[in-house]
């Protein structure tokens, strides 16, 4: 009975744990998608919310941001390589991120350069099947 009583907490925390993260009544969630590639896998693309950096995406790895209610720019670290994201309560928004290969990219505090693009829920489902693991929160 005690063995019984162990194995149901441990599952409880697992699961609270490993439990699949989405959008709440009082934010949205922004998921950046970074696909399994050879092209640039040693690197790591800096996501950058206008002027701040939020943090950086390896290779083959979903990481994901809550965010109030809002307009945002989320991308590389130049304005020209963000995507405009209107971000509402209870939604979800997902980001296609690339590597943008060259000599000195990767080189930095920021991380290399990457093309970002907003895609939709059933194409984000699929590229999410191809990555490494459960999404994290988007840090360094």
């Known amino acids: 009975m005690k063995n019984i009583k162990i194995f149901l907490v441990a599952a409880f925390i697992f699961s609270m744990v490993y439990a699949e993260v989405g959008p709440t009544k009082d934010k949205g969630i922004v998921y950046v998608i970074r696909k399994k590639s050879l092209k640039g896998a040693a690197v790591e693309v800096g996501v950058n919310e206008g002027e701040d950096e939020l943090g950086r995406i390896a290779n083959g790895r979903v990481k ?62 699929k590229l999410m099947k191809k990555t490494k693991g459960r999404a994290r929160e988007l840090d360094y």
């Open 64 to 125: 994901y941001i809550m965010l109030e209610p809002g307009d945002y720019s989320i991308g590389g670290r130049k304005e020209k390589k963000q995507v405009p994201v209107k971000v509402e309560a209870n939604k979800s928004y997902y980001l296609s991120c690339k590597p943008k290969m060259g000599m000195f990219n990767g080189l930095g505090d920021w991380g290399a350069p990457g093309a970002f693009e907003l895609i939709s829920e059933k194409e984000a489902k």
